[in-house]
């Protein structure tokens, strides 16, 4: 599976959470915090995050329990910023 797969899975699984809503480019750079320039890259795979695939492969190591847990947890720390 290539990072590209990755960020296609990633935006359509936000967008079902937004209750079917098409979520642009744009809105999904802002959500995530990058340009929209940058997240056009990683989504048409012109670039390739190398801190992306080493949380993918440390989050693959875990349980599924665990992986919701630790996800969570970073979350909360986000939003305390």
């Given at each position: 599976?290539?990072?590209?797969?990755?960020?296609?899975?990633?935006?359509?699984a936000?967008?079902?959470?937004?209750?079917?809503?098409?979520?642009?480019?744009?809105?999904m750079?802002?959500?995530v915090?990058?340009s929209?320039?940058?997240?056009?890259?990683?989504?048409?795979?012109?670039?390739?995050?190398?801190?992306?695939?080493?949380?993918l492969?440390m989050?693959?190591?875990l349980?599924?329990?665990?992986?919701?847990?630790?996800?969570?947890?970073?979350?909360?720390?986000?939003?305390?910023?």
């Amino acid at each position: 599976m290539e990072l590209i797969d990755v960020f296609n899975i990633l935006h359509n699984a936000v967008e079902a959470q937004s209750n079917g809503k098409k979520i642009s480019q744009k809105e999904m750079a802002l959500f995530v915090g990058v340009s929209m320039r940058t997240y056009q890259d990683w989504k048409l795979g012109n670039a390739k995050p190398q801190a992306a695939r080493v949380v993918l492969e440390m989050l693959g190591k875990l349980d599924d329990e665990d992986i919701i847990r630790v996800v969570r947890k970073i979350n909360r720390l986000g939003s305390q910023r």
